[in-house]
């Protein structure tokens, strides 16, 4: 289904009134309208003048007193959503021209008895229809003429278009004028109540807080957070260091007592493996001699094996090689 269109617009000065009438008449250019099919616009004038600010005039000479700030007349323009004037369904008029004259004619129709029954015809001063645009739309000129508490003719647009809530009402009228139509009314607007908006920014101004200490938790969360990293790598840094000293520590000791073993100022236990200082002469010697027994009793069972091979030969031979075989050791006291 296509949407009615209804706006109006609030005219308070000459200068105004005459630039509306000028459009309204095609007497200054348009550039979205095309010359060719300007004949095809017409204007209503019920004073007979052909012209709308002439028209706005004959009706603000029949008040005899005008405020200055006084709206003298109030412009409303008329049409639909672009596809409900095309010529067959779902083709919207995208070229200029193109439109359904049997809804044109039954729009301008409809349009005219609604103004008339809503605002009176002495109200409605001008209607102009514009067919020379790409969508079909009606200019109208009203008049917001009122009585006062005198009886005096008088403007009140206040009447007519005060406020919101009258505003609104016309849009809602106008949906139900052009219902069987095939229109609808556009979706009203949801208003909102100072309290709403009071009670809205005071939420938002609450969030806003929060957001901001939870952004500030988060900072000093990670700001401890790398605190506790620095310090971690300080400490492993440091605990490097310490394996390393602790290292070369190590390496000058057994290098000191390897260099003191070497000159016997180190002497290792051997069943236990511990490095003794400045031992004794007797106890280097003990140690030596417990170092190299399996190597002299290796040496002994050599000697005992010779000795029984010796048996086999002449008895000065076996004197002679057993003789031999005891020089290396004559020197060494194995008990």
Same mark, same amino acid.
Request: glycine residues 6%; neutral net charge.
């Given at each position: 289904?296509?949407?009615?269109?209804?706006?109006?617009?609030?005219?308070?000065?000459?200068?105004?009134?005459?630039?509306?009438?000028?459009?309204?008449?095609?007497?200054?250019?348009?550039?979205?309208?095309?010359?060719?099919?300007?004949?095809?616009?017409?204007?209503?004038?019920?004073?007979?003048?052909?012209?709308?600010?002439?028209?706005?005039?004959?009706?603000?000479?029949t008040v005899p007193k005008i405020?200055?700030?006084?709206?003298?007349?109030?412009?409303?323009?008329?049409?639909?959503?672009?596809?409900?004037?095309?010529?067959?369904?779902?083709?919207?008029?995208?070229?200029?021209?193109?439109?359904?004259?049997?809804?044109?004619?039954?729009?301008?129709?409809?349009?005219?008895?609604?103004?008339?029954?809503?605002?009176?015809?002495?109200?409605?001063?001008?209607?102009?229809?514009?067919?020379?645009?790409?969508?079909?739309?009606?200019?109208?000129?009203?008049?917001?003429?009122?009585?006062?508490?005198?009886?005096?003719?008088?403007?009140?647009?206040?009447?007519?278009?005060?406020?919101?809530?009258?505003?609104?009402?016309?849009?809602?009228?106008?949906?139900?004028?052009?219902?069987?139509?095939?229109?609808?009314?556009?979706?009203?607007?949801?208003?909102?109540?100072?309290?709403?908006? &009071? @009670?809205?920014? =005071? +939420?938002?101004?609450?969030?806003? !807080? #929060?957001?901001? %200490?939870? $952004? /500030?938790?988060?900072?000093?969360?990670?700001?401890?957070?790398?605190?506790?990293?620095?310090?971690?790598?300080? &400490? @492993?840094?440091? =605990? +490097?260091?310490?394996?390393?000293? !602790? #290292?070369?520590? %190590?390496? $000058? /000791?057994?290098?000191?007592?390897?260099?003191?073993?070497?000159?016997?100022?180190?002497?290792?236990?051997?069943?236990?493996?511990e490095l003794r200082t400045q031992?004794?002469?007797?106890?280097?010697?003990?140690?030596?001699? /417990?170092?190299?027994?399996?190597?002299?009793?290796?040496?002994?069972?050599?000697?005992?094996?010779?000795?029984?091979?010796?048996?086999?030969?002449?008895?000065?031979?076996?004197?002679?090689?057993?003789?031999?075989?005891?020089?290396?050791?004559?020197?060494?006291?194995?008990?």
């Amino acid at each position: 289904m296509s949407y009615i269109v209804c706006r109006i617009a609030k005219l308070k000065t000459a200068a105004q009134i005459a630039a509306m009438s000028s459009h309204h008449l095609r007497t200054r250019e348009t550039p979205n309208a095309d010359p060719a099919r300007a004949r095809m616009n017409h204007t209503h004038a019920p004073a007979g003048s052909g012209d709308p600010a002439a028209a706005v005039q004959a009706a603000l000479d029949t008040v005899p007193k005008i405020r200055k700030n006084a709206v003298r007349a109030v412009e409303m323009i008329f049409s639909a959503s672009p596809d409900y004037f095309a010529p067959r369904p779902g083709h919207k008029a995208v070229a200029l021209g193109r439109f359904d004259v049997e809804r044109v004619n039954d729009f301008n129709a409809r349009l005219y008895g609604f103004l008339t029954e809503k605002y009176g015809a002495d109200r409605i001063v001008s209607i102009t229809r514009h067919l020379d645009e790409k969508t079909p739309h009606w200019h109208v000129v009203m008049v917001p003429l009122d009585t006062n508490k005198h009886g005096e003719p008088s403007l009140n647009a206040r009447k007519f278009f005060g406020g919101r809530d009258k505003l609104r009402q016309l849009q809602t009228e106008v949906g139900h004028a052009f219902a069987d139509l095939g229109l609808r009314r556009g979706r009203p607007r949801v208003s909102v109540g100072h309290e709403d908006v &009071r @009670e809205f920014y =005071a +939420e938002l101004s609450e969030t806003k !807080a #929060a957001v901001e %200490a939870d $952004r /500030r938790a988060i900072a000093d969360r990670v700001a401890a957070l790398d605190s506790r990293e620095r310090l971690l790598e300080r &400490r @492993e840094h440091a =605990a +490097e260091e310490a394996a390393e000293t !602790a #290292a070369q520590d %190590a390496v $000058r /000791r057994v290098s000191t007592a390897v260099q003191g073993w070497a000159a016997g100022e180190l002497v290792a236990d051997i069943d236990t493996g511990e490095l003794r200082t400045q031992v004794s002469t007797d106890e280097r010697h003990g140690w030596w001699v /417990r170092l190299l027994q399996p190597v002299l009793d290796a040496a002994r069972a050599l000697l005992l094996r010779a000795e029984a091979l010796a048996r086999e030969a002449p008895e000065p031979e076996r004197q002679a090689a057993r003789q031999r075989m005891a020089e290396p050791f004559q020197t060494l006291d194995m008990h």
